[in-house]
Every structure is written in structure tokens, then in C-alpha cells.
């Protein structure tokens, strides 16, 4: 089994910066992408940003471009996500993700472990 848990959520004023991570463990595949979703209250989980196994590779939602970043060390078996210049509306359950294989991906049924969520809210 693999488990993932993701840290680094909290309160933030607008215009301010946080670092989630998200490190995973148990019987982990050889390779593997990672993704970050959040959900809102109310809403849909939304894609947010994905990796490739290398790490030369990533994807992230219009949103978020320009403001948020993601990372990974494999050596650590955990990626990050570096989110600067937060606004009110990023307010959500932040969940990271992961996926067999190299490739990145962006819908939600393509990732096949997920982890417990982190909350993080940014006040106007």
C-alpha cells in the first residue's frame, strides 16, 4: 500500500506565501508522476499542478501560473508546492497525488493514490 501525506497548509494573509509538502511512502511503484488538487467548499476538485518522474516535466492550471510551483526530490519521495502571492479564492483542501509511471497527468480518475488533504485559507 502507499500512503501520502501532505504538509505545510495553514492561514495566510492575501499576498502571502506557503510550501506544501507531500512525502510518500509504503510499496511505492518504480516510477511515478505527482499532482496537487484542491477542493473548495462547494466545489469540484480542480487540478492544480503535476510533475514528472524526472522532474523535467510539469503542468499547471491557469490559475495558478505565475504564482505557484512544483518540485520534487525523489531522493526524499516527496514533491512540493510553492505557493506565493495567494488570493483569496485559493482557499481549499490542498490533496497531492500520485500516478504510475513517468508522464504527468491532469484529471483526477488518472492518479491512483491520494493523500488525507491539507487546509490552507488566505484571508482578504
Known amino acids: 500500500q502507499v500512503q501520502l501525506v501532505e504538509s505545510g497548509g495553514g492561514l495566510v494573509q492575501a499576498g502571502g506565501s506557503l510550501r506544501l509538502s507531500c512525502e510518500v511512502s509504503g510499496r511505492t511503484f518504480s516510477s511515478y508522476a505527482m499532482g496537487w488538487f484542491r477542493q473548495a467548499p462547494g466545489k469540484e476538485r480542480e487540478f492544480v499542478a503535476a510533475?514528472?518522474?524526472?522532474?523535467?516535466?510539469?503542468y499547471s492550471a491557469d490559475s495558478v501560473k505565475g504564482r505557484f510551483t512544483i518540485s520534487r526530490d525523489n531522493a526524499k519521495n516527496t514533491d512540493y508546492l510553492q505557493m506565493n502571492s495567494l488570493k483569496p479564492e485559493d482557499t481549499a483542501i490542498y490533496y497531492c497525488a500520485v500516478r504510475r509511471g513517468v508522464t504527468i497527468a491532469w484529471r483526477a480518475y488518472e492518479y491512483d493514490y491520494w493523500g488525507l488533504g491539507t487546509q490552507v485559507t488566505v484571508s482578504s
Open positions: 510533475i514528472s518522474w524526472s522532474g523535467g516535466r510539469t
